[in-house]
């Protein structure tokens, strides 16, 4: 059955937003646990909600660790967040081809319009289902149902894309047909290891696999 609606995860597929990630982690942990967390250590904490991530490191502090990360993180939002190379053009192409567009991320919704915003994206998603519209995320099958819901779209029919492995299991838990993008922080090895239906290469491989032509 041909592919009428694509649901997009945000960070790390469709915008570039590691560095940002990564420099609030750091900027908040060496507060709480100076000399504790690398670089490294970092990679687990990206793809779920900030709640989830710093319960690890401290239940009783986790509200005061959320307020200093996103304080950062929206200070230096514009100066390290990039594109990623074909996404724009890729996503227009899909928009003037008729294809039923959402965004589905872990972020707050305004966090989420920052990075929409400052590439242009925002005019192609009329549906954006963030952390403030859920009782539960990824890989929990309800964002992904929401976002078909306030589509019309059936799960048969669409396709989640996303750079880790709470997309894919989000994606086969809703029922719909599953992309990862290889150039996921943690690899394409890692992506292919949650068995994704596509790997993508290029964002513009997406357009065969919904049958939109390329311009």
Not at 23 to 45: C, D, N, Q, V
Not at 47 to 76: A, Q
Request: aromatic share 6%; hydrophobic share 40%.
């Amino acid at each position: 059955m041909k592919i009428d609606t694509v649901l997009f995860d945000l960070d790390g597929t469709l915008i570039n937003t590691n560095e940002l990630i990564i420099a609030s982690f750091l900027h908040t942990l060496e507060h709480y646990r100076p000399g504790e967390y690398t670089r490294e250590a970092i990679l687990e904490f990206i793809g779920p909600p900030l709640v989830d991530s710093f319960k690890t490191v401290d239940p009783d502090l986790v509200d005061e660790m959320i307020e200093r990360y996103r304080t950062f993180n929206h200070e230096k939002h514009d100066e390290l967040v990039e594109e990623y190379e074909g996404v724009k053009e890729t996503v227009q192409q899909l928009h003037q081809a008729g294809i039923k567009l959402a965004i589905v991320t872990t972020k707050i919704r305004k966090t989420a319009m920052m990075g929409l915003q400052l590439t242009g994206l925002d005019q192609y998603f009329d549906v954006i289902i963030s952390l403030d519209e859920v009782d539960r995320v990824k890989p929990d099958p309800q964002p992904l149902q929401l976002a078909m819901d306030a589509l019309g779209s059936k799960p048969d029919t669409t396709i989640m894309v996303g750079d880790n492995h709470h997309d894919i299991n989000g994606g086969k838990n809703a029922g719909t047909k599953t992309a990862g993008v290889a150039w996921a922080i943690k690899g394409e090895e890692f992506i292919r290891s949650y068995e994704p239906d596509y790997v993508l290469q290029k964002m513009n491989e997406l357009l065969e696999i919904v049958g939109v032509e390329s311009n």
